[in-house]
């Protein structure tokens, strides 16, 4: 299963080449801020836009959107050590080198890499995080996922990665984050509840200015109109009018 992509003829291999020549042709500084942003840049980002997430929907919406949407947060960083997890055997069984051991010429950014490359780690646990938050909240899951969209793009320019390893990557974090998502949320939704309900931890679902705001929409019971009912008195006027 190693030759996924030993054969220069091979599409694989031509868009690697033309995605890596990329870095030949610009400047050493923007190939630095590639090799950060792909190996540690995006997933820091995705961390922010988790936390960003989390902290609106503290704010916004109901006391069960929140809840509903802290629970797929949780889930997002669950789905991502889950599908690295299902990568190890699937690497083992392909055992693809990576592509600057096959083929000259790749303008290689990071020294060291001896694992297999098929599939993508970064690219795996950036998609399964995307997808992830997508299920919790859709417009900053489509920021996370076009984040991950780059990662898998920095990971071919680096000349680390095949771009069906990033594919590959992309198939597997969807695939687990959104295939285990029905399961992971009936799980986890009562416990996040729960969390919510309590004294001390509301702060981590439910920020204290929407609390405030559910409790005074609960307690706000409307008061009967005067003139209404046979108990105001309204209708036995009109009868004696008639």
């Known amino acids: 299963m190693a030759g996924l992509a030993s054969d220069g003829s091979n599409p694989d291999v031509g868009l690697l080449y033309d995605i890596n020549g990329l870095a030949k042709d ?39 959107d929140s809840v509903a949407a802290v629970t797929g947060l949780i889930w997002a960083p669950l789905a991502a050590g889950i599908a690295l997890l299902v990568n190890v055997p699937i690497r083992g069984f392909v055992e693809r080198p990576r592509p600057f051991y096959d083929h000259q010429g790749l303008e290689v950014l990071v020294a060291g890499k001896t694992d297999y490359s098929f599939v993508s780690d970064h690219a795996t646990m950036a998609m399964a995080i995307g997808a992830g938050v997508f299920v919790a909240h859709r417009k900053f899951g489509f920021a996370a996922i076009g ?11 680096m000349g680390v990665h095949y771009p069906t390893d990033v594919v590959g990557g992309f198939a597997l974090g969807t695939a687990v984050a959104l295939l285990l998502a029905p399961l992971a949320l009936a799980l986890l939704t009562p416990l996040v509840s729960a969390v919510a309900r309590s004294g001390r931890l509301v702060r981590l679902v439910r920020s204290g200015r929407a609390g405030a705001r559910d409790r005074h929409e609960t307690l706000d019971i409307p008061e009967p109109r005067l003139g209404s009912g046979p108990a105001s008195g309204g209708s036995n006027e009109n009868d004696l009018a008639a």
């Open 26 to 64: 610009a400047p050493s500084w923007f190939d630095r801020v590639m090799e950060f942003v792909g190996e540690y840049g995006i997933m820091l980002a995705l961390v922010l836009v988790v936390l960003w997430c989390w902290w609106s929907v503290r704010r916004r919406g109901t006391f069960e």
């Open 147 to 157: 984040l991950a969209l780059v990662e898998g793009f920095c990971r071919v320019y």
